[in-house]
Antibody, heavy 121, light 110 residues
Framework: QVQLQESGPGLVKPSQTLSLTCTVSGGSISSGGDYWSWIRQHPGKGLEWIGYIHYRGTTYYNPSLKSLVTISVDTSKNQFSLKLSSVTAADTAVYYC?????????????WGQGTMVTVSS | QSALTQPASVSGSPGQSITISCTGTSSDVGAYNYVSWYQEHPGKAPKLMIYEVSNRPSGVSNRFSGSKSGNTASLTISGLQAEDEADYYCCSYTRSTTYVFGTGTKVTVL
């Protein structure tokens, strides 16, 4: 079955760019109409949708983050990535990648285990 | 976009039923039947429990059910079990073609 795994630095300095990659295994990122998502959870807080991408490159972003976020896809590596620029301590969170099954469920049906990113000097 | 409103905590005894509400607006919960619910145990990734208001993914217990009325969606857990103790989040598609999550509810099994 499809599995997702996040990877990237656990520590980022303020004002720098946070970069994470999600590797999809057990299935092709290019199959179907699914969207590939990033969601974060601040410590002790709720979930926040960051955005998602279709394998053909169509993206949708949370308006509150849109100017700082870029989500991209690399179908040859079966991966998609998140870049969040000009980070501050407020961007410290667990970052999850997830599949949005737009045709099967209109929901985030498969999640990665999450990766903690701390923004600190 | 503001987070959907959920009660901070709900509790119940084993075997009882509990209901978690998720209140939004006519621009999100009330606009579409695209409400989903997620269960999150400490240190674990969220798990999809309900999609499109009332549908259960394969493998999810039929003790979990969902419904919606107007701008409020609800998740009901019947026959409460110790393993149901977790945080629960609702999520809705919005008219802005974005997604908004709820504030989260901590379920405690007494």
């Amino acid at each position: 079955q499809v599995q997702l795994q996040e990877s990237g630095p656990g520590l980022v300095k303020p004002s720098q760019t946070l970069s994470l990659t999600c590797t999809v295994s057990g299935g092709s990122i290019s199959s179907g109409g699914d969207y590939w998502s990033w969601i974060r959870q601040h410590p002790g807080k709720g979930l926040e949708w960051i955005g998602y991408i279709h394998y053909r490159g169509t993206t949708y972003y949370n308006p509150s983050l849109k100017s700082l976020v870029t989500i991209s896809v690399d179908t040859s590596k079966n991966q998609f990535s998140l870049k969040l620029s000009s980070v501050t301590a407020a961007d410290t969170a667990v970052y999850y990648c997830a599949r949005f099954a737009i045709t099967a469920a209109m929901a985030f049906d498969i999640w990665g285990q999450g990766t903690m990113v701390t923004v600190s000097s | 976009q503001s987070a959907l409103t959920q009660p901070a905590s709900v509790s119940g005894s084993p075997g009882q039923s509990i209901t978690i509400s998720c209140t939004g607006t006519s621009s999100d919960v009330g606009a579409y039947n695209y409400v989903s619910w997620y269960q999150e145990h400490p240190g674990k990734a969220p798990k999809l429990m309900i999609y499109e208001v009332s549908n259960r993914p394969s493998g999810v217990s039929n003790r979990f059910s969902g419904s919606k009325s107007g701008n409020t969606a609800s998740l009901t857990i019947s026959g409460l079990q110790a393993e149901d103790e977790a945080d629960y989040y609702c999520c809705s598609y919005t008219r802005s073609t974005t997604y908004v999550f709820g504030t989260g509810t901590k379920v405690t099994v007494l």
